[in-house]
């Protein structure tokens, strides 16, 4: 029988994660009505970003995020709270399609929710 290392499940972990926000940043791309705020956006760099932030947040493994806090980089973007529940909307259909676990799901949702006022300026 062949063990894995914490290593190894952690690197799955972030290689799941990666995958989860590559998918969540092309659904909010097609999205007529959060495409806007990306333009003029390096979308590959948000993605490393962001995968890096949720693995932090998710696993514990340190990662060093490197970019701006959460109220600095989306200042001026002027999120709506409709546009921001779609997010939710995107990443809790991506979650269940890759059958990401409930305790996982509801972290993620209550995360999101945590730091809403940050991101709207609300």
Known sequence: MITQTKQELQHRGEQAIAALIDQLYDRMLADEELTHYFDGVDVQLLKQRQATYLTEY???????????????????????????????????????EHQVSLDNRVRVESFLRSVKPHITGK
């Open 58 to 96: 998710l696993t514990g493994q340190e990662k060093h995020y490197q970019g701006s806090t959460l109220r600095h980089a989306h200042q001026g973007l002027h999120i709506t709270f409709e546009h921001y529940e779609r997010l939710i909307f995107h990443i809790n259909a991506l979650m269940r």
